[in-house]
């Protein structure tokens, strides 16, 4: 643990990381912060604390421009966020009271199926298209994985919502807009039931995140979605088959 408490130089570059990766591709900065500082040996609930406090605050400025921009359709938003907050909320509360060591494996099994999923996106494979008809059954599934994975809001509304057909610029901006409302929630559940101790991770993360923030918003112009979604799938399957081999084995 003399990692986490000692190196806040990582935890920045963690976050720088991440969130390139997310304005790249509108999701996956808790898949990667989390399947990271996971393999790190932080316990699982420290994890989803530490990324969602950091979130709220790189959620809250895209939700925030996504707004201002006319990206976000307060219909779709509500209806994803409302459910969401109930999901987030449920989640952090069991995940507080679950043995760290125990839950590992389940939580980077759950990971390494959003990595297969972000793989296959990759690949071209769609769902059929259709209207989303459980969009808030959709919400609180997502903030429920969400909160006990440390990630997934991204991977599981966004994807769902644009395999069935949503429209690009109203679907990414509607959930990083309900997103900010239900990491606040999540946030806040962990903060009254554990706490937040792993100031220097959420720091660094936050920091990293706002480096990288502008970064992202030129990125997104150059680098191919295609190229990052195997990058990311690849990087999360990796981490998460390691540790599910060590969990196994030991």
């Not at 790190?40 to 400025?61: D, I, L, Q, R």
């Not at 201002?68 to 989640?91: E, F, K, S």
């Not at 480096?211 to 295609?226: C, G, K, N, S, T």
Request: aromatic share 6%; glycine share 14%; proline share 3%.
């Amino acid at each position: 643990m003399d990692l986490l408490g000692s190196h806040f130089l990582v935890f920045v570059i963690i976050g720088l990381c991440a969130q390139l990766i997310d304005g790249a591709l509108g999701m996956a900065y808790g898949l990667v912060s989390s399947s990271i500082l996971l393999a790190m040996g932080m316990p699982p609930a420290a994890v989803s604390a530490s990324v969602h406090t950091a979130e709220v605050f790189t959620t809250g400025v895209s939700g925030a421009a996504h707004g201002m921009l006319g990206n976000v359709d307060r219909r779709l938003m509500l209806r994803l966020a409302l459910p969401g907050v109930v999901g987030g909320v449920i989640g952090a509360t069991i995940l507080s009271r679950l043995d760290g060591d125990a839950v590992k494996p389940w939580i980077h099994g759950y990971l390494f199926v959003l990595a297969l999923l972000i793989l296959l996106r990759a690949a071209g494979r769609r769902v059929p298209r259709g209207q989303v008809k459980r969009v808030g059954l959709l919400g609180f599934v997502s903030g429920l994985l969400d909160a006990i994975g440390g990630g997934g809001w991204g991977p599981m509304a966004t994807s769902t919502l644009l395999a069935k057909g949503g429209e690009a610029r109203t679907t990414i901006g509607s959930v990083s807009a309900s997103e900010f409302v239900v990491t606040l929630a999540i946030s806040t559940t962990f903060l009254l039931t554990i706490g937040l101790e792993h100031w220097q991770v959420i720091l660094g993360l936050l920091v990293g995140g706002v480096i990288a923030a502008p970064l992202a918003a030129l990125m997104v112009r150059y680098v191919r979605e295609r190229a990052v979604l195997v990058a990311v799938g690849a990087l999360v399957m990796a981490i998460s088959s390691v540790q599910i081999y060590r969990a196994l084995a030991g």
